[in-house]
């Protein structure tokens, strides 16, 4: 059973993002990061911001990621979410990754208990199609 | 100040202001072009006197059709900011006073129109959105949402801050709205009691730290100085306008939120606070009232920070103090009840209400108000303020 309904909106790649929803597909998260400087970098673009190289490779996370900030969302801007709420949409970092923020969830946890700075785990979303999204959970609750 | 020239705000004009959806009489359009005329009638002008239009957030109504419809006989200049929502209010009305400056037009309108009920509510998921992939599918869609992380982030370093100082600024902004027979929630007292009776939005957002969802037009007239002086209306000079952003936000708040860390809990406003004072030649203190772009209580609290009236984190006490209340506070601020409780047009009507502070026509009128600071829409790419005042 996918977190949210089968009417939620997927991702639909373009040019500049459809590698990292490619590796998505493997259920691999990788960062985009800059062949010449190193730097990483997201959301994924054409060229890097720090030394405008077009050069880009793809930096793996192990999905062990830390809790930047958090909302609880408790109103339905979208029908599929109705049966969700409350639910919650939080901001990671990555142990190695000092440039890059991803947006995704925090689940299988009360909503009160969620706080900055809490350690969470990557786990994988099946929402059909070929799509996984990487979600996120307490270490000890892991999605079987 | 040098001989550079000086753009004027000479004319102000709104509709009717009501609940998204609440315009369905008449086109989107033609409540822009009621928007335009009536700024016009105010500053004592016609069509025949415009040479420029100005808008922001890839207004619909467009300049070259706005043009046609009311018979202006020559443009020298059309200007679209382009994305951020209302961060481009202010920068409209900067791009303006440039065209005035620098010669390429003497009578520039700034205007919006805004009918969510003919395109769509702005707080619901839509189609489109850039870096929407990376939003979308975790159940982000609404700005209340997205900059919700961006206050907790906020209030997360600056313990201090509590979400009874949201609820301040909501119930500030209803009780300067109960004192303006034009906003859409007059008549509808709240006190911080009934706030904390509302539901939870996003958190730490409730109903009421959101702005309306509104339908209206509003419209400024940016002009010469001679022809400022022509007009029926008090000279309201603009002493500063500027627009921009800081590194990282145009994917920030509404994209993927990588905007840098230092920055990140903030509007992205510190830059262009430092510049807007400097080239005004005026400090915080000597500001008057603030209309500040209030989209989310949270924002206004960490705008005025950044702007100056007091230090980062210190945004909580200074409200509960009292400093924000008319008339009695050091800085009123959204003396019209601004977009939490007079309208959302996108920062139009809070520019407005600007002006009619200098006027001496606000309802909630600081007394002898000389300065004021205005902000466009805060914590997007780009933002941007106008410092006005009373010559």
């Known amino acids: 059973m996918a977190y949210f309904p089968a ?30 400087c190193g730097e990483p970098r997201h959301p ?18 192990e999905g062990a990621a830390v809790l930047y900030t958090y909302t609880v969302i408790h109103h339905a801007s979208h029908e599929a979410v109705a049966g969700n709420l409350p639910y919650v949409v939080g901001v990671v970092t990555f142990p190695d990754l000092p440039n890059v923020r991803m947006v995704t969830n925090v689940t299988n946890i009360n909503p009160s208990l969620v706080h900055i700075g809490m350690h969470l785990r990557l786990w994988w979303d099946d929402v059909g199609d070929g799509t996984w999204i990487p979600r996120f959970s307490p270490v000890d609750k892991l999605p079987a | ?157 600056h313990p201090q801050i509590h979400e009874e100082h949201l609820g301040m600024i909501a119930v500030n902004s209803r009780a300067n709205a109960n004192r303006n027979p034009h906003a859409i929630m007059y008549g509808k007292p709240m006190t911080l009691e009934d706030y904390f009776k509302t539901r939870y939005i996003a958190e730490p ?35 500063a306008a500027g627009h921009g952003s800081g590194p990282g936000w145009g994917s920030g708040p509404l994209g993927s939120q990588n905007m840098p860390d230092a ?35 949270g924002m206004v609290l960490m705008a005025l920070e950044e702007y100056g009236f007091c230090d980062l984190g210190g945004s909580g006490e200074f409200v509960a103090q009292g400093n924000i209340a008319w008339k009695t506070g050091k800085l009123p601020i959204n003396t019209s009840g601004g977009q939490l409780s007079e309208a959302y047009v996108h920062g139009m009507n809070v520019a407005i209400e600007g002006v009619r502070q200098m006027r001496g026509q606000s309802t909630s009128q600081v007394d002898d108000a000389r300065l004021c600071l205005i902000t466009g829409g805060l914590g997007v790419s780009p933002t941007s303020a106008l410092i006005i005042g009373r010559d």
């Open chain 2, 1 to 157: 100040m040098s001989n550079r020239r000086v753009a004027y705000i000479a004319g102000v004009g709104q509709t009717e202001f009501k609940r998204h959806g609440g315009i369905m009489d008449r086109s989107q359009f033609q409540v822009a072009a009621e928007a335009v005329l009536a700024a016009l009638a105010d500053a004592g002008m016609t069509p025949a006197d415009v040479d420029g239009f100005a808008s922001f957030s890839n207004d619909a109504n467009e300049a070259a059709l706005m043009q046609v419809a009311l018979g202006v006989p020559q443009l020298r200049w059309m200007s679209m900011v382009w994305g951020g929502g209302g961060g481009g209010s202010c920068a409209a009305i900067a791009q303006a006073a440039a065209a005035i400056q620098a010669g390429y037009a003497h009578t520039v309108v700034v205007y919006r129109g805004l009918c969510q009920g003919q395109s769509r509510r702005f707080g619901r998921f839509g189609e489109g959105r850039t870096h929407g992939n990376f939003v979308h599918p975790y159940g982000l869609f609404a700005p209340a949402q997205m900059l919700a992380l961006q206050i907790r982030r906020h209030m997360y370093l």
């Open chain 2, 263 to 297: 920055d990140y809990g903030s509007t992205n406003s510190r830059l262009i606070a430092r510049e807007l004072y400097a080239s005004a030649g005026v400090s915080p203190e000597d500001i008057d009232t603030a209309q500040i772009y209030d989209h989310f209580s």
């Open chain 1, 44 to 61: 994924p673009g054409p060229v890097c911001p720090y030394c405008s190289s077009f050069k880009v490779r793809w930096a793996e996370v």
């Open chain 1, 7 to 36: 009417s939620m909106p997927k991702p639909t790649p373009n040019f500049d993002d459809r590698d990292f929803w490619n590796t998505c597909t493997k259920r691999q998260l990788r960062f985009q990061t800059c062949a010449d």
């Open chain 2, 205 to 239: 957002l409730r109903l009421f730290d959101c702005c309306l969802e509104s339908d209206g037009g509003c419209a400024i007239v940016v002009t010469t100085e001679s022809r400022a002086r022509d007009a029926p209306t008090t000279l309201v000079r603009i002493l």
